[in-house]
């Protein structure tokens, strides 16, 4: 592993930790990549894509690019409907699917919101991941987290 991996690998640990808040993430499907060995060169390879964890004007421009959307625009779309995104961001759990297995994450845009008891809610209980994706379906779905401490 090189040391841009490692790099690339710690960044992701550390998002999913809710050690980067001022990070986006984006997970985009290999079915919907160009070049997925380009972008796994500055991200990090999993089994059906790449994610990429980006500083946050830097994440948003790359997923309006690799997604032709406005991240914002999409996350007001996508929260309309709630559904399961998996706890690493690499997709989920479609809520139009009813267990069928064309539908897969096309692509998820997360960030962390750090915990705020004043705020109340799950926001109280711990960093909250908010998670938004699209199936290849066309649904798009969201689901907001309190991200594990350990």
Do not use: W
């Amino acid at each position: 592993m090189s040391d841009d991996d490692s790099a690339n690998a710690d960044r992701y640990a550390e998002f999913l930790r809710g050690e980067r808040p001022d990070d986006i993430l984006i997970y985009l499907h290999e079915e919907g990549v160009g070049s997925i060995d380009e972008l796994a060169e500055i991200g990090v390879r999993v089994d059906n894509g790449v994610v990429l964890v980006l500083p946050g004007e830097e994440g948003r421009a790359a997923f309006q690019r690799a997604a032709g959307l406005d991240a914002m625009d999409f996350a007001g779309m996508a929260m309309n409907t709630e559904g399961e995104i998996d706890d690493d961001c690499t997709g989920g759990v479609c809520p139009d699917s009813e267990g069928s297995e064309d539908h897969y994450g096309k692509f998820v845009f997360a960030f962390v919101e750090e915990q705020n008891e004043a705020v109340g809610g799950i926001y109280a209980e711990g960093d909250v991941c908010h998670g938004y994706a699209a199936c290849a379906c066309g649904t798009t779905y969201s689901e907001k987290s309190v991200l594990d401490a350990n």
